[in-house]
């Protein structure tokens, strides 16, 4: 499908456009097409004229993102500056999708409201963190989501209730191309000094136990029912294990980290070693919580 077949929207529509320099692991090929919307109306737009065969990839931050060497087919979507609005209110929070989980955080603990700390966390965006139900240090969104807007193929724009989502375990069922545009997060009234402090906690842990400052994503594998993935990585002999400039991390080995040159390719090649030492050695088959997509160079 060729150029001219793309509706023109308001934003910003690019061709052949790097994606690795977007992802945290800085890797894989380009999109066929870049979109970054101007606002939700844009958006809408665009997808209510975007012909039905071409493929349609949405990415937030892409901290737990791998996108394979070849690139992605079709249209990738960016959500940017139209969409990172942050609205407090008495009893909660509304987020455009493309504010980043602690800037939301960050916006709640200013305003006094306690409930959202655990978003300080999570690496990523309020989009993707909808997409797969994120969670961390005793809280997820599950817990906090009180609604979410989305556009779907057509270019309808809906909202969904937490229920109709049915969130689980890092799994939403968000109909299939729809594209989280805004949420509400509940909050309560609390202390600032407490809320202050468990942030603190929160970010003193993750630099402590993560490797924050490496090209790596969030937490490669889903903690499976009872046990944590960590550990049967590590039971498995594969804390540090290499493929070419790919590693598990010493620090913490349910991440991946990227050396410096690492392909698209080593980093899923080592996942699955790391999948298929784990299944030899406990019998369990873990999942991937890093989404992986594109095609192979």
């Known amino acids: 499908m060729t150029a001219s077949t793309i509706p023109a929207p308001r934003g910003r529509l690019k061709e052949h456009e790097p994606l690795a320099p977007m992802t945290w692991f800085r890797v894989g090929g ?14 809408c737009e665009f997808l209510r004229n975007l012909p039905l065969e071409m493929p349609l990839t949405v990415i937030g931050a892409a901290s737990n993102l791998i996108v394979r060497d070849g690139g992605i087919n079709g249209v990738v979507i960016k959500l940017a500056r139209g969409f990172g ?7 909660g929070v509304i987020a455009g999708a493309a504010a980043l989980d602690v800037t939301v955080s960050e916006h709640a603990a200013a305003a006094g409201l306690t409930g959202l700390e655990f978003l300080s966390g999570i690496p990523g965006t309020i989009g993707g963190a909808v997409a797969m139900n994120a ?10 989501l009180d609604w979410v807007e989305i556009v779907i ?3 309808a724009l809906r909202r969904l209730s937490v229920q109709e989502l049915g969130l689980s375990y890092r799994h939403s069922n968000l109909p ?10 509940r909050a309560q009234p609390g202390d600032a000094v407490l809320i202050a402090t468990r942030m603190g906690e929160i970010k003193a842990k993750r630099e402590a136990t993560q490797p924050v400052r490496a090209r790596t994503g969030g937490s490669t594998f889903a903690n499976p029912d009872g046990q944590k993935a960590w550990e049967l990585v590590d039971a498995a002999g594969c804390r540090g294990l290499t493929i070419g400039k790919a590693q598990i991390s010493d620090l913490h080995c ?9 392909s ?8 699955e ?3 298929r030492r784990v299944e030899d050695k406990s019998g369990v088959k873990l999942r991937w919580e890093i989404k992986r997509i594109g095609v192979p160079a």
Request: proline residues 3%; hydrophobic residues 50%.
């Open 176 to 185: 299939a191309d729809a594209v989280v545009v805004r949420a509400r997060m």
């Open 153 to 155: 193929r057509g270019g």
């Open 135 to 144: 969670g961390a240090y005793g809280g997820d969104m599950a817990g906090v």
């Open 85 to 91: 609005d942050v609205e407090i209110e008495a009893d």
């Open 30 to 43: 380009p999109a066929e097409f870049l979109l970054r919307p101007a606002d939700v109306e844009d958006l």
């Open 264 to 271: 698209a390719a080593e980093l899923e090649g080592l996942g």
């Open 254 to 262: 349910n991440f991946l980290l990227n050396l410096g040159g690492a």
């Open 273 to 275: 070693e790391v999948r």
